[in-house]
């Protein structure tokens, strides 16, 4: 079945270094990938999508990769601040016709 | 104003009550989707809506049922509240009538539903 995996356990991370958050799926053959953001108790915001014939998508300081082959993609915040602090959610397509099917998220922690 | 907008916000009820939840939304999306979220499951579908006429379940339909009343209002209904289905619901939209359309879904700020 298809299975998505991000690391459970929350990243800490100093600011102004380089958070990378990993999210590895198997089969799957995704025509494309995104990633978003979720502050507590509020809904997921989107923030990114890379085709699988793009293999690096930049937004100001977040930057994602897509490697088809290793089956998993990388999402990198640079300069990181604590106002970064959120869960990170990667969603690829599944779950029914055009819906998507979400990783459990990572808990990134910008520390001061 | 928000784009998707939830009712109610809370709702705590009792095993048995049926319960409703609203969705709005001022983007003129025509998908409408159902999620839950459980702490160490993630989100959830539940049923998403493609257009007024078209309802699908999806990967946890069991005890709930769907509405789509208009394009812009799509309702989750609990005919039998029991206490596993205490968690936080959220209502997202997506278009697919743009041109690089690529299902980016645009979430509510959930509902979050207490059954004792």
């Known amino acids: 079945s298809q299975k998505i995996e991000q690391n459970s356990e929350a990243l800490n991370i100093q600011e102004g270094k380089t958070a990378t958050l990993t999210c590895n799926y198997t089969n799957y053959s995704p025509a494309y990938l995104q990633w978003y953001r979720q502050d507590p108790g509020r809904g997921p915001v989107f923030l990114l999508l890379?085709?699988?014939?793009?293999k690096e998508k930049r937004k100001e300081r977040l930057k994602v990769t897509f490697d088809t082959t290793l089956k998993q993609s990388l999402f990198h915040i640079t300069a990181s601040q604590p106002a970064d602090s959120a869960t990170y959610l990667c969603?690829?397509?599944?779950?029914?016709?055009?819906?998507?099917?979400f990783g459990k998220g990572t808990h990134l922690i910008i520390q001061p | 104003d928000a784009d998707v907008t939830q009712t109610p916000r809370n709702r705590i009820t009792k095993t048995g009550k049926r319960i409703m939840l609203e969705c709005s939304q001022t983007?003129?999306?025509?998908?409408m989707y159902w999620y839950r979220q459980d702490p160490g499951l993630g989100l959830r579908l539940i049923y998403y809506s493609f257009d007024v006429k078209d309802i699908n379940k999806g990967e946890i339909s069991d005890g709930y049922s769907v509405s789509r009343q208009a394009q812009a209002k799509f309702s989750l209904s609990l005919e039998s509240a029991i206490p596993n289905q205490t968690a936080l619901y959220f209502c997202?939209?997506?278009?697919?009538?743009?041109?690089?359309?690529?299902?980016?879904?645009?979430f509510g700020p959930g509902t979050r539903l207490t059954v004792l």
């Open positions: 890379i085709r699988e014939n793009e």
């Open positions: 983007k003129g999306h025509d998908r």
């Open positions: 997202a939209t997506s278009d697919s009538t743009g041109t690089h359309s690529y299902n980016e879904q645009f």
């Open positions: 969603a690829l397509p599944g779950g029914g016709a055009d819906g998507l099917t």
